[in-house]
């Protein structure tokens, strides 16, 4: 069987435990949540498999050892990876404190991801490596990054969740930051999703798809009323999550999740993110950089986005030792590195151009 | 208040720089800045950057050749060697050195201060307590307490007052200075980048097949003197098998000093050459200028019953299959040979991207066959007749493109990479321990108060601790 098969099983098998995972939230029935966790687990390591085996393809088409035919050389490939790191580190959360409640969140996250990388037509080809990804820090330095987005992707939700359940007043600062963050998270996402069904046939690759369509259904369409009435939905999709944000406190509330746990949760996966991604992705990647081009640093749009990706956590860390920094402040620094994050990891690939072109083909 | 007034301007000058303030407030200047830097291309020719402003802000050509204007004047256009850039550089290796020293006496005195013991109502305060009283006397309590603490890793000691004994122990004080290795690791880091700015370069060489070189060439023409020759053998392309991906790209070079061969190493992408502290990288290729027909054609020919002999040729060149009554006469040369929906030849790329020849094959004045031979397909080579002749390389029209790098500074970039990640290990998975263990004897029973605190990762600790505590009532248990 082929590694494609077990991809689309774990994406079945997420679908479903976010099912069991919304269940167990509204009846709170054991036997549902073990069910949940279950077929998550079963989805991982459905999705191990899949990954061990396209690593096997890889390898065999190759033609190289073990090391260097790892499949983290494409947007597609990473995609995955990604969502495998996901899964892990909420299971391990799940474990270790108890709490089934984020299950309702990570796994549609994850469920969508693998459906949009299907739908969306992303190249699943397995391509030879071209020679400047021939090296043996290709592994250790992509596996690390990603191990650390995936960390900061936890911190990023988590610091969001403090900041709503400790917000009360709508004329607060942090309550403005989360309405207005989370508002333009999924206006951004809705509207890249109108570019993808408007354009879909127009397209040949994704790069092409993100360089050329971004917004040009909506903010930058060609019509000047369409463009408006986009901003104009947009403010008041903005406005309502501002209006009715009380909700959303509610819901997190009913979860049995301490603001504690959550800013503990936001510091240990930025503490545990912060050193890995800085050996991983910062010195690893000078080492391979100094190897292949004969620079260890060049200020390339990827190299400098990871460095403000490494200043905000670095802020984030510091400014938890400033007084009066604790609790909201440093939860609003988390939620804007995560932002630096996903530009570092995909805004640099598909809007700037570098050395490190290789993840959009 | 007083104390206040007594400060100097030194002081005051210190305090700022001493302060996690002017660190948050590098963090965000170098980020901020940074951020417009990937935006305008650095060292980009103008157009580009007026095109890239055109269309992320949908301005006119004219506003945005206006903007690129105050940006370049600003420096933003090679904003990395910007005297603000460094600026903001030095003052954050400044805010670094002097926030660690501000810091460092009082947390140096931490780590050399040694634990003692302490009353046990200091221990009711501590963060992770944990109280056990164990039925009956207990003689040897003492020596299970010491030994659970010896498995936990802590080589405990012992104080006695009253009625009660003490165990104290402590570990991994020396992590406190975690932070500060990390912040040196990042000075380090700074000095060996100066170090390449001030006295290393970086250069490039395009050294066509068969050539040799005393010099490499900075940005504007400026020759570099090596110290030595440097040759290149040969250069090729390997791809993937019936493919058009490139596999690697190659170059088999040759290093000499006072006409002495002295290196050889075939360098691909990400596998250099180093001699005396200068780098060859692979970094591109290309044909030599006005070389057509200046090259080598060298081919190897396999008679039917197993001789094979190498030659080199040039087109009209007739030659001889060694051991048969074969010759082959080279009638043409194509660089990057390819063939129409009718089927013939043409050539589609002046780059060497599928060389081949066509050969026409007499035997005794008759003609008996001709054809292409590819370079890239070595099966085109095998003739009818179970002769065969190879096309191995057209040599000599190519040349490699290397960068040439002499960084002394790398030696302690890497240093402070590796003092990083100590720094970083122990700042974030250590953490220092201690943890007080006293035993009273009251009314015939045993009471034992154990109180313990860590700087960082405290739940993890308490977890220990609380293992420990079962420990030591299993190991009273089975003492009976």
Known sequence: MSSSFFFGLATIAYIFAMILYISYLAFRKNAVGMAATAVTIAGFVSQTLAILLRWAEFKEIGGMGWLRAVPLTNLYE?????????????????????????GAFITPVAALALAFIDISGMSKNIQPLVPALQSNWLLAH????????????????????????????????????????????????????IDYLTFKMAVKSQEEFIKGYLFRATFRNASTVISLVSV?????????????????????????????????????????????????????????????WGKYWTWDPKETWSLITWFFYAFYLHSRLMRGWKGRKVAAVAVLGFVAVIFTYLGVNLLLSGLHSYGSQ | MTEEKKKTIFDRIWDVFASVKLAIVIFSLIAATSVVGTIIEQQADPEKNIKVLVKMFGI???????????????????????????????????????????????????????IRPIPASYVEKMSIKHSITLQGKEPRLKDTAAAA??????????????????????????????VYITHLSILVILAGAIIGIFFGYNAFLNLPEGETSSVSYKDRGTEVPLG???????????????????????????????????????????????????????????????SAGRGVLILKTHSKDGRSEQLNLKVGDTFIVSGTALTGTIRDFSPALSFDQAGRAFTYAEEMSNPAIFIDFDENGARKFSGWILKRFPNTGALPDGNKVEFLDYW?????????????????????????????????????????????????????????????????????????????????KGGK
């Open chain 1, 78 to 102: 990473s995609l995955i990876f990604f969502v495998w790191c996901l899964i892990i580190a909420y299971l391990i959360i799940e474990f270790k404190y108890r709490n089934r409640s984020f």
């Open chain 1, 232 to 292: 104009a939905v947009s403010a008041l999709f903005i406005f309502l999550v501002w209006r009715y944000g009380g909700v959303m406190k509610k819901i997190i509330t009913s979860f049995n999740i301490s603001a504690e746990t959550l800013d503990e949760l936001t510091y240990k996966s930025i503490a545990i993110g912060f050193p890995i991604f800085t050996l991983g992705g910062l010195i690893f990647g000078a080492i391979w950089a100094d190897q292949a």
């Open chain 2, 60 to 114: 006119g050509h004219g506003a945005a050749h206006s903007i690129l204007g105050v940006l370049d004047s600003l420096g933003f256009t090679d904003m990395y060697h910007a005297w603000w850039f460094l600026a903001f550089l030095l003052t954050f290796a400044a805010n670094l050195i002097i926030c660690s020293l501000d810091r460092l006496p009082r947390v140096w005195k931490l780590v050399q201060e040694k």
């Open chain 2, 396 to 476: 000599g029209v190519q040349y490699t493109g290397m960068q040439v790098r002499k960084d002394p500074g790398v030696f302690l970039v890497y240093l402070g990479c590796i003092i990083m990640s100590i720094g970083l290990y122990m700042t974030f998975f250590m953490s220092h321990r201690r943890v007080w263990l006293t035993m009273t004897e009251e009314k015939g029973n045993m009471n034992v108060l154990i109180g313990a605190s860590a700087n960082r990762n405290r739940v993890s600790f308490e977890r220990k601790i609380e293992k420990l505590a079962s420990a030591m009532s299993a190991g009273h």
């Open chain 1, 142 to 193: 992509v596996m690390m990054s990603f191990i650390a987005y995936a960390l900061f992707a936890v911190s990023f939700s988590t610091g969001l969740m403090y900041l709503i359940v400790r917000s009360d007043e709508r004329t607060e600062g942090s309550y403005i930051f989360w309405t207005v963050t989370l508002g333009i998270f999924i206006v951004t996402l809705a509207a890249m999703g």
């Open chain 2, 149 to 178: 603490l010896k498995s936990a890793g802590f080589k405990p000691a012992e104080a006695t007052e009253g009625q009660s004994v003490q165990l104290y122990a402590e570990k991994g004080n020396f992590t406190r200075l975690g």
């Open chain 2, 228 to 290: 030595f020759d440097i040759r290149c053998d040969n250069f090729e392309v390997e791809y993937y098998p019936n493919t058009e991906m490139p596999k690697a790209y190659k170059s088999w070079l040759t290093v000499l000093k006072n006409g002495q061969e002295v290196m050889k190493k075939a360098i691909v992408v990400n596998d250099p050459l180093t001699y005396q502290g200068i780098t060859f990288y692979q970094s591109s290729f290309g044909m030599v200028p006005n």
